[in-house]
C-alpha cells in the first residue's frame, strides 16, 4: 500500500503556471510508476502525464504535451507536475496514483491520492 498527499493546486489566469506535488509513503517505490489523473464536472478521468520510479520514462496525454512536465525527487519520495501555458479547459481535480510502470489507464493505478483542485480562468 502506498499513500500519496498531493498539493498545489490553486486558481491561475490563462497562461500561468502551477506546480503540483505527490508526497509517496509506505511501500518501495522502484517498482511502481506515478502518474498524474485529471477530472473535470460531468467528465470522465483522463490521464495527464506518468513516470517510472525506476528508469524515469515519461509519458504524458496528447493535451498536455509540451505544457506539462513530470518529474521526480527520490529523496522526498515526490512527484512534481510543472504546468506551464494553463488554458481554462486544464480546469479540474487533480490526482495522483501509483501503479505498475507504463501504465496511462485509471484501472491500472491501485492507489490513489485525495485531489487537489486546479481553476485556471480566462
Known amino acids: 500500500q502506498v499513500q500519496l498527499v498531493e498539493s498545489g493546486g490553486g486558481l491561475v489566469q490563462a497562461g500561468g503556471s502551477l506546480r503540483l506535488s505527490c508526497a509517496a509513503s509506505?511501500?518501495?517505490?522502484?517498482?511502481?510508476?506515478m502518474g498524474w489523473f485529471r477530472q473535470a464536472p460531468g467528465k470522465e478521468r483522463e490521464f495527464v502525464s506518468a513516470?517510472?520510479?525506476?528508469?524515469?520514462?515519461?509519458y504524458y496525454g496528447d493535451s498536455v504535451k509540451g505544457r506539462f512536465t513530470i518529474s521526480r525527487d527520490n529523496a522526498k519520495n515526490t512527484v512534481y507536475l510543472q504546468m506551464n501555458s494553463l488554458k481554462p479547459e486544464d480546469t479540474a481535480v487533480y490526482y495522483c496514483?501509483?501503479?505498475?510502470?507504463?501504465?496511462?489507464?485509471?484501472?491500472?493505478?491501485?492507489?490513489w491520492g485525495q485531489g487537489t483542485q486546479v481553476t485556471v480562468s480566462s
Open positions: 496514483a501509483a501503479g505498475p510502470p507504463g501504465a496511462t489507464r485509471s484501472y491500472e493505478y491501485y492507489n
Open positions: 509506505g511501500r518501495t517505490l522502484s517498482t511502481y510508476a
Open positions: 513516470i517510472n520510479w525506476s528508469g524515469g520514462g515519461t
